[in-house]
């Protein structure tokens, strides 16, 4: 298990997450990736296999990616081979749901199971995926707000995760949870 980071507010996303997954590096981990959004524009997401560095390099430290909502990721695999593909955020295949994700979900062959049943198609190997499209299964199936789409998937995951989400219809917004993970939440001005 390694770093997850969000930042909303007024300043640029990408130079502040870039920065607290770099004070999260001690922890190890195989892979890094960015979402950030620009108020109610699609998110961008940018991933990197290996070090950080190459993340901000890509990124030109941050500055190529606009915006002032962002989530970042720092993963040490659990599931699937460390790659790009595997890199979070994950996203469902409209964009409408972003995600990271900390942790295992121990039933998520099952979850596969049901949202491949569902017409869902997967392009990774993670867990994570799995749990962002399970989200989105929600949130569209009993057209659900975001708080309800994540306590639905919560009830179904079974593990320990801590998560940070991007709603498309929710812009400057991240929405958390955690189960058996740490996390912290701060507010200043
Ligand atoms: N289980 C997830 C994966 O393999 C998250 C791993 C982590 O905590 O970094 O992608």
């Not at 915006?67 to 890199?87: D, K, M, V, Y």
Request: hydrophobic letters at 35%; a neutral charge; proline letters at 3%.
């Amino acid at each position: 298990m390694c770093g997850i980071v969000g930042y909303t507010g007024h300043l640029q996303a990408a130079p502040i997450l870039l920065d607290g997954l770099s004070k999260l590096e001690y922890r190890g981990y195989d892979s890094a990736g960015l979402a950030v959004r620009n108020g109610e524009k699609k998110t961008e997401i940018v991933k990197a296999k290996g070090r950080l560095k190459s993340l901000a390099e890509k990124t030109d430290n941050g500055n190529a990616l606009i915006g002032t909502c962002g989530i970042g990721h720092t993963r040490w695999a659990t599931h699937g081979e460390p790659s790009e593909t595997n890199a979070h955020p994950h996203m469902s295949d409209d964009g409408n749901v972003v995600g990271v994700h900390n942790g295992i979900i121990e039933n998520y062959q099952e979850l596969r199971d049901k949202l491949t049943h569902a017409g869902y198609a997967f392009h990774s190997q993670t867990d994570t995926e799995i749990v962002v499209k399970l989200i989105h299964y929600y949130a569209r199936k009993y057209a659900l707000g975001p708080v309800d789409a994540l306590a639905r998937a919560m009830s179904r995951m079974r593990g320990s995760y801590a998560l940070a989400v991007l709603f498309a219809d929710a812009p400057g917004e991240i929405y958390a949870a955690r189960k058996d993970s740490p996390m912290i939440l701060a507010v200043r001005e």
